[in-house]
């Protein structure tokens, strides 16, 4: 399923409908009251009783309003059980047109008090209208059409009576509730949550309707003098609905911020979910979670911390853009549903407006703080079809925005290691490395004289099925599956294993291996890889081991003091990637690496592009200075051999010197060097005649 370019017509044919169905009731109602009206007057007849008894009625009909006002909370959500009974029962004994005044007194009053509520005050009144109109046909069918000069007074009110009352209930009911709900959801795209809940609460109604308005009736039969007293019960069964309703809410939103939950954001999702697919556009949701705000709580306390929260969720709730949505999910993580969405690229730039918007500065009991946030982004239909694998896609996004400090990041599959087909290629890769099927071929690293200044051990797998799995692929799916010990450690295990092989074919050449944050965050790592350089007999200046500066990001110490036992053991450290991250002094001085290299992206364009040549040759300079040596990566021509020789680089790898090979066939290419190392093709020649008086010694010469 893919949006269509029929969306936008659909859309604005949608926003045309939307307002058809609320004021095609209101046109029924209003042509019904007038019909009502005219046709009573016409025959001479009351609107309303007079006398005690409808004094009687007003003045409980203007304490219901009273109280209906006082109590500051809307009735448009499921309505209230005073109103509808005191309307009943007027039903019941004077027809349809007295209950009908009745009932627009309380919605047109309590309406008045809420100016801003006339719209919603309208279209409760012309539902309630309708609704007492199906109640007055289901009467009508017993034979009971009750008027003002004519009330309906049974010989008894007994069991004789309850199928006329049951009916007149039942039809209010259901036609009121009916047409209003779909009023809400012709609005929304879909019934409002708080709605919803309201299913049990009709069943209140209902009784009510049922106990109280007969009640009603037979007192204003024999003693309308006391239908004030009816004020109690009937305040008390509002009360009551109230309190059902302040409940529901509360299930369904954050106490602390008052934005709605988890579950309100899954269930509106879908109603989203159903509108974009009629509709044949997208929807997106947001997932924002605050950048170390567990500092701030360690720091300021939680108090502090939930003072905090309330100021990112007014923030959060002022950026969202129209029609948008929020809600809180708990701790620091917050949400925002975009029901309709133009692209993915418009997402982003939503999802990147919002964090912007939270990461100005707050102030906090006169301290000014500046919190950071990530978001991932994931839409409908594009990632996921249903509201938890949306909300699931977008938390794998977040995360993913996190890791790489991007800001925001857009749900890729690529980088999920969580669906069915990227899980069952975890499963056979936890076999291949148990089985021995996962290879480590070796690249070669080169200086300018021709010296072989290492090799670096680079993973491949090829699949049974799917044939050379990409190690960008693979090895993601470790990092974020718990396996990447595991590969860490088949890794460290067989290079290892193969530099004792070459060290006692008298090759003696350092192997590089790559280890992630992960590893260097594992209790004991520093003291493992001794033991396996023990275990192999190598000695540790022959393994170096490859670090991004993202080992420092998520606990300094510990990878502080790892790598402090790494280097104390006589393991060097080799910076990898460098500029390609958040590249600083600081983390420079903190890293104890004796070696840099300079990222492929900076070496690719080195010969054409002047930026790229600057930063390569400031790179330089700044890691001499520091007494490291460099290593540029992904040489692959003469040109870039020669600027990066005359910019004083120490060492080049790439396929110009030898692309990553099988064991053997670097064990050749190492032999075929000998001691005088690797030349280019445009070398060899020189080389010819000195190779042809003295023959190669089969040593490699570090």
């Not at 290079?495 to 060290?503: C, G």
Request: charged share 20%.
């Amino acid at each position: 399923m893919k949006p269509t370019d029929s969306a936008a017509p659909a859309s604005r044919l949608r926003r045309l409908v939307v307002p058809a169905l609320p004021a095609a009731i209101v046109i029924a109602a209003g042509g019904a009251l007038a019909i009502g009206v005219i046709r009573t007057l016409g025959d001479g007849a009351a609107l309303f009783p007079a006398g005690t008894v409808g004094w009687s009625l007003a003045v409980l009909t203007g304490v219901i309003v009273g109280h209906l006002v006082a109590l500051g909370r809307d009735r448009w959500w499921g309505g209230t059980g005073s109103g509808a009974a005191l309307a009943l029962a007027v039903l019941l004994l004077y027809g349809w047109m007295p209950a009908v005044l009745v009932s627009l007194a309380v919605v047109v009053l309590v309406g008045a008090a809420r100016r801003h509520r006339w719209r919603q005050a309208l279209v409760h009144g012309a539902v309630d209208i309708l609704g007492i109109g199906a109640a007055a046909l289901g009467l009508s069918a017993f034979g009971v059409r009750s008027s003002v000069g004519h009330p309906w007074v049974p010989a008894a009110w007994d069991l004789s009576v309850l199928p006329e009352v049951v009916t007149a209930a039942a039809g209010y009911l259901l036609v009121s509730r009916a047409l209003l709900w779909l009023t809400l959801t012709s609005r929304s795209g879909g019934l409002p949550t708080i709605a919803r809940t309201t299913v049990v609460r009709q069943a209140l109604v209902g009784v009510a309707l049922l106990g109280i308005s007969p009640l009603i009736a037979i007192c204003a039969v024999y003693a309308p003098i006391l239908l004030p007293l009816f004020s109690v019960p009937l305040i008390a069964l509002d009360s009551t609905l109230w309190i059902a309703r302040a409940r529901a809410e509360e299930q369904l939103r954050d106490p602390l911020t008052g934005l709605p939950n988890r579950q309100w954001l899954l269930e509106r999702t879908w109603t989203a979910l159903d509108e974009a697919e009629r509709a044949g556009a997208r929807s997106a949701l947001v997932l924002i979670d605050l950048d170390r705000f567990r500092a701030v709580n360690d720091t300021l306390g939680h108090l502090a911390g939930d003072r905090l929260l309330l100021q990112i969720a007014d923030r959060l709730r002022h950026a969202l853009p129209r029609g948008a949505e929020a809600a809180r999910l708990g701790g620091d993580e917050f949400a925002v549903l975009l029901p309709a969405t133009d692209s993915l690229t418009s997402s982003q730039r939503v999802a990147r407006n919002l964090v912007a918007a939270l990461g100005s500065p707050l102030d906090l009991d006169g301290l000014t703080l500046v919190l950071e946030a990530s978001a991932g982004v994931a839409v409908y239909p594009d990632h996921a079809l249903d509201a938890e694998g949306l909300l699931r896609r977008a938390d794998v996004a977040m995360y993913q925005a996190k890791r790489d400090r991007s800001g925001v990041d857009l749900y890729e599959a690529k980088r999920d290691g969580n669906t069915p087909d990227r899980l069952g290629l975890l499963g056979d890769l936890r076999r291949a490395l148990d089985a021995g099927d996962v290879e480590l071929h070796y690249q070669p690293k080169v200086g300018f004289d021709g010296h072989v200044a290492g090799l670096e051990a680079l993973v491949r797998w090829v699949h049974p099925d799917r044939g050379r799995v990409p190690p960008d692929e693979f090895i993601a799916i470790a990092e974020s599956s718990g396996l990447m010990p595991r590969l860490t450690e088949y890794v460290l295990e067989t290079a290892l294993a193969q530099v004792a092989r070459w060290r006692a074919m008298g090759l003696e050449v350092p192997v590089a291996v790559n280890v992630s944050p992960r590893d260097v965050h594992s209790p004991g790592f520093a003291g493992a890889v001794a033991a396996r350089l023990a275990r192999h007999g190598v000695p540790p200046g022959a393994l170096q081991l490859e670090i991004t500066e993202h080992v420092l990001l998520e606990d300094p110490q510990r990878a502080a003091d790892t790598l402090a036992g790494l280097t104390a053991h006589g393991v060097k450290m080799s910076l990898d990637d460098f500029g390609t991250g958040y590249s600083s002094l600081v983390h420079l001085r903190r890293l104890p690496v004796s070696e840099l290299k300079i990222d492929r992206s900076f070496v690719a364009r080195l010969a054409v592009d002047n930026e790229d040549a600057e930063i390569v040759r400031c790179t330089l300079d700044l890691a001499h200075s520091l007494g490291l040596l460099v290593v540029a990566e992904g040489v692959e021509d003469d040109e870039t051999w020669e600027r990066l020789r005359d910019l004083g680089c120490d060492a080049v790898q790439g396929w110009l010197v030898a692309a990553a090979m099988p064991p053997d066939e670097t064990t050749a290419w190492l032999r075929a060097r000998g001691e005088h190392g690797w030349h280019r093709a445009s070398e060899t020649a020189a080389l010819a005649a000195e190779k042809a008086a003295n023959s190669p010694s089969g040593q490699v010469l570090n």
